[in-house]
């Protein structure tokens, strides 16, 4: 994360552009995209745990 400050609207939609141009080149490419209707209450417990102990097992695990 380069800049930890809020992108302007323009920004914003800057990048959304991008986002959206680069999914759409994986998808052409024979990519396939999951989408699930929300997180498991498992999954957000865990993921607030990181943060929440400062963790980052999940970059040292070699």
């Keep these: ?15 959304r552009d991008m986002i959206e141009h ?20 498992d999954a957000a417990r865990s993921r607030g745990s990181l943060w929440l102990d400062g963790s980052d097992d999940l970059m040292d695990s070699d």
Excluded: H, Y
């Design 1 to 15: 994360m380069e800049n930890l400050a809020s992108p302007s609207e323009p920004a914003k939609r800057v990048l």
């Design 22 to 41: 680069e999914v759409q080149q994986f998808l052409d490419q024979g990519g396939k995209i999951t989408v699930f209707q929300g997180p498991s209450a």
